[in-house]
């Protein structure tokens, strides 16, 4: 059977397959260490199209999975049908209802952009080209989680299109255990069309950057310990070793505050008293221009992550993180969590809440696999020397190849998300990046 030509018969948008022009630019990854062979690739012109595949996959027997842009590829696609919702990107705002309705293939930058005016935000994390829904379906970690909590957790509703190809509107009434299992337990029980969230009310926000030469790591580091043993639920500080290549190395702290700049220079003040920073960007900003504080790269890079979430950073954490220079990798983070993403939700996802009060997350380039090694090294040795300081879970957003879903989920969450793809994928026509182990 040609897949392909099948394809093309129902499908008013682009179908690719192997030999075809632009089939290896379309099975690309953000991430491109991850290699990804699949057997054709859908862009999809609009939810119909999505029906449509559906409908076809399920009667050939064939494995979809979705993939907005790839910034959590897996690479465990072999056979697949990959599909891409960059198509799907309509946006609506309701400010006065202070929700937003956004097509599966909207990315966060595109919602923040239309809330600034609004004085409203949503639950976005640090780049602007992560789409809201691959974010969301993962739990979303954002800047705002200490105040908000998981951004899984203000979805109102979901469109998608269920196993048997079928459209519907999932919501909390219409069928509780897959608007459980889609707010933070992936993508691997029904294909998202579109998605409706809350918007929070942001009359000022203020947040930046600043950075300071590696020799005062060591101060900063406890001024992080310090500022975030206290810190209100509406201040987010992340703390960064950063080794650019050719650059020296430097130790780098981000913030964010849902509140004004006095008082977040007050909170944030033991940063300067533990030395004066080379240069600091911290100001009053606009919603819009939230990706700016860390400007992570936007255009797709060959890299490799590692997470792990932290019981505490103490002494002994401290000292194997400023034992020697981190190269070769990129940065060493530690992000601050605690607040809402420690106490349960409401009628909340899957996700649950997340007690660890920090993580700690380290990347490196790996344009080859040399390089890839390298980097892989240095982490497993970091990880292994903080074993006792790690709880062994990660966030589902932050899996990196060679892991599994199991690591995000305690083992009743991960029986009661089994449950949902039984009863809803039985026939496994979809496959989440890291889907839920069988
Ligand atoms: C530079 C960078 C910064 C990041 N910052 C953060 C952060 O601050 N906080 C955070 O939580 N995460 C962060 N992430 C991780 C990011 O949220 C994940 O990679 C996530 O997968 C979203 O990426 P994406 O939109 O490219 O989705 P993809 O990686 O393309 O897709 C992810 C998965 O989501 C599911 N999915 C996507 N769309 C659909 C759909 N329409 N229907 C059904 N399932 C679907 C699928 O299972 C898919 O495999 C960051 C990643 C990078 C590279």
Same mark, same amino acid.
């Given at each position: 059977?040609?897949?392909?030509?099948?394809?093309?018969?129902?499908?008013?948008?682009?179908?690719?397959?192997?030999?075809?022009?632009?089939?290896?630019?379309?099975?690309?990854?953000?991430?491109?260490?991850?290699?990804?062979?699949?057997?054709?690739?859908?862009?999809?012109?609009?939810?119909?199209?999505?029906?449509?595949?559906?409908?076809?996959?399920?009667?050939?027997?064939?494995?979809?999975?979705?993939?907005?842009?790839?910034?959590?590829?897996?690479?465990?696609?072999?056979?697949?049908?990959?599909?891409?919702?960059?198509?799907?990107?309509?946006?609506?705002?309701?400010?006065?209802?202070?929700?937003?309705?956004?097509?599966?293939?909207?990315?966060?930058?595109?919602?923040?952009?239309?809330?600034?005016?609004?004085?409203?935000?949503?639950?976005?994390?640090?780049?602007?080209?992560?789409?809201?829904?691959?974010?969301?379906?993962?739990?979303?970690?954002?800047?705002?989680?200490?105040?908000?909590?998981?951004?899984?957790?203000?979805?109102?509703?979901?469109?998608?299109?269920?196993?048997?190809?079928?459209?519907?509107?999932?919501?909390?009434?219409?069928?509780?255990?897959?608007?459980?299992?889609?707010?933070?337990?992936?993508?691997?029980?029904?294909?998202?069309?579109?998605?409706?969230?809350?918007?929070?009310?942001?009359?000022?926000?203020?947040?930046?950057?600043?950075?300071?030469?590696?020799?005062?790591?060591?101060?900063?580091?406890?001024?992080?310990? @310090?500022?975030?043993?206290?810190?209100?639920?509406?201040?987010?500080?992340?703390?960064?070793?950063?080794?650019?290549?050719?650059?020296?190395?430097?130790?780098?702290?981000?913030?964010?505050?849902?509140?004004?700049?006095? &008082?977040?220079?007050?909170?944030?003040?033991?940063?300067?008293?533990?030395?004066?920073?080379?240069?600091?960007?911290?100001?009053?900003?606009?919603?819009?221009?939230?990706?700016?504080?860390?400007? @992570?790269?936007?255009?797709?890079?060959?890299?490799?992550?590692?997470?792990?979430?932290?019981?505490?950073?103490?002494?002994?954490?401290?000292?194997?993180?400023?034992?020697?220079?981190?190269?070769?990798?990129?940065?060493?983070?530690?992000?601050?969590?605690?607040?809402?993403?420690?106490?349960?939700?409401?009628?909340?996802?899957?996700?649950?809440?997340? &007690? @660890?009060?920090?993580?700690?997350?380290?990347?490196?380039?790996?344009?080859?696999?040399?390089?890839?090694?390298?980097?892989?090294?240095?982490?497993?040795?970091?990880?292994?020397?903080?074993?006792?300081?790690?709880?062994?879970?990660?966030?589902?957003?932050?899996?990196?190849?060679?892991?599994?879903?199991?690591?995000?989920? &305690?083992?009743?969450?991960?029986?009661?998300?089994?449950?949902?793809?039984?009863?809803?994928?039985?026939?496994?026509?979809?496959?989440?990046?890291?889907?839920?182990?069988?």
């Amino acid at each position: 059977m040609d897949i392909a030509n099948e394809l093309r018969k129902i499908i008013d948008g682009t179908v690719l397959a192997p030999g075809d022009h632009g089939f290896d630019r379309a099975r690309r990854p953000w991430n491109l260490t991850v290699d990804q062979p699949v057997r054709a690739v859908v862009e999809a012109a609009h939810a119909a199209d999505v029906a449509a595949l559906v409908r076809h996959a399920r009667l050939a027997g064939l494995t979809v999975t979705a993939q907005p842009s790839g910034h959590g590829a897996s690479g465990t696609t072999d056979g697949l049908i990959l599909l891409r919702t960059g198509r799907l990107d309509e946006l609506t705002i309701d400010p006065q209802a202070r929700t937003a309705r956004a097509g599966a293939g909207v990315k966060w930058g595109q919602v923040l952009k239309e809330t600034s005016p609004h004085g409203l935000l949503g639950l976005a994390g640090s780049s602007p080209v992560v789409s809201v829904t691959g974010y969301t379906l993962g739990g979303g970690l954002s800047w705002f989680g200490r105040k908000h909590g998981w951004a899984a957790d203000h979805v109102r509703a979901f469109d998608v299109v269920d196993a048997d190809g079928t459209p519907a509107r999932v919501t909390a009434d219409s069928d509780p255990d897959l608007f459980w299992a889609l707010r933070g337990g992936g993508g691997d029980y029904a294909l998202v069309t579109a998605i409706e969230f809350d918007l929070h009310p942001a009359p000022v926000l203020y947040g930046g950057r600043m950075v300071w030469s590696a020799d005062h790591a060591p101060a900063l580091l406890d001024a992080y310990r @310090e500022v975030t043993a206290t810190a209100p639920d509406e201040l987010t500080v992340w703390y960064e070793l950063l080794q650019i290549p050719g650059a020296p190395p430097t130790v780098v702290v981000d913030s964010t505050f849902l509140g004004d700049a006095a &008082t977040a220079e007050d909170l944030l003040r033991p940063f300067e008293k533990a030395a004066a920073p080379n240069s600091d960007t911290r100001a009053v900003l606009p919603i819009a221009d939230l990706g700016t504080i860390t400007a @992570e790269p936007t255009d797709p890079a060959p890299g490799r992550s590692r997470a792990e979430l932290l019981t505490g950073v103490d002494d002994r954490t401290a000292a194997t993180l400023l034992e020697r220079p981190i190269d070769p990798l990129l940065t060493v983070q530690l992000r601050h969590l605690g607040g809402a993403l420690s106490r349960p939700a409401d009628n909340g996802g899957a996700t649950g809440p997340l &007690t @660890e009060p920090h993580a700690l997350y380290m990347l490196g380039a790996a344009p080859d696999r040399d390089a890839e090694t390298a980097v892989r090294e240095r982490q497993d040795e970091i990880a292994t020397a903080l074993l006792s300081q790690t709880s062994g879970r990660k966030p589902y957003t932050f899996l990196a190849p060679g892991e599994t879903a199991a690591a995000a989920f &305690t083992a009743g969450t991960l029986e009661r998300l089994r449950d949902v793809k039984r009863s809803h994928d039985p026939h496994g026509v979809f496959r989440a990046n890291y889907p839920i182990p069988g």
